[in-house]
């Protein structure tokens, strides 16, 4: 999950210096490896592959590993003075 966290940071961070047919196939991949990781899961669930609730599916377990990933505990360090600070999270 982390892969794919950096590989969509990477895909934002390079959209700027991208040019459309980049950025489609950099959109395709994600969508290619969405379906590699949660794909098998959605068939077991009795999902009929290539359907409309199967994509659901995918989109689903995608958002709740986003979810479970970003709710993980971060630390946050200020630094500056009187008013003026600048905060970094982890």
Do not use: S
């Amino acid at each position: 999950m982390l892969r794919n966290g950096l590989m969509v940071l990477l895909v934002a961070a390079l959209a700027g210096c991208m040019t459309q047919a980049e950025r489609i196939a950099a959109e395709k991949a994600e969508i290619d490896e969405m379906i590699k990781i949660y794909g098998p899961a959605c068939d077991k669930l009795g999902y009929i592959r290539d359907a409309d609730p199967w994509r659901d599916c995918i989109l689903r377990l995608r958002a709740h590993d986003d979810e479970r990933y970003r709710t993980r505990p971060t630390t946050t360090t200020c630094t500056g003075h009187r008013g003026f600070y600048h905060c970094t999270t982890f």
